[in-house]
């Protein structure tokens, strides 16, 4: 005796019950379409000032030169390799400095109490004198703490 097939006695209630497994393809391409989209609008995603970040993690870089410091003491006067300059005679002299290199990176360097608009001001003398690798030196908070300053000699009043 052949067993039959539940369809051929049952055939018009079985087309009336609801398919019970699920079809995980549309899912699963619209998934991939989705990881796609997102792969490709990530980078784009990212804005900001284009700045010159450190990297702490990778190898160090051989450059070929050593940057130039700019740095600003706490009564504004912004000075090169220990020249002091004014503003209006650092201009000359970082004109001087783009010309032999201009792609050279400037470090500009401050003290707390100089007001950051004299900063900016020295930032935007370098970047008038034709460099444009220009980067602010700050100190981390776990880093060395700064030198105190030098004791002035003591005057004996006579």
Not at 122 to 141: D, E, H, N, R, Y
Request: charged share 20%; no cysteine.
């Amino acid at each position: 005796m052949a067993m039959a097939s539940p369809r051929a006695s049952d055939d018009d209630d079985l087309d009336d019950m609801p398919m019970s497994e699920i079809n995980v393809t549309p899912m699963v391409d619209v998934m991939l379409v989705l990881l796609i989209i997102f792969m490709v609008a990530a980078p784009l995603m990212t804005t900001g000032v284009p700045v010159q970040l450190p990297k702490t993690a990778a190898a160090k870089v051989a450059q070929s030169k050593k940057p130039q410091e700019v740095t600003v003491d706490k009564d504004g006067n912004p000075s090169i390799a220990k020249e002091v300059f004014t503003m209006d005679s650092l201009v000359p002299r970082l004109r001087e400095m783009a010309a032999a290199d201009k792609d050279q990176v400037i470090l500009v360097r401050g003290d707390r109490e100089v007001p950051y608009g004299k900063i900016m001001q020295v930032m935007g003398l370098v970047g008038q004198a034709g460099f444009t690798k220009v980067s602010l030196i700050a100190q981390s908070p776990g880093g060395p703490a700064p030198a105190p300053p030098a004791a002035a000699p003591a005057e004996t009043a006579r």
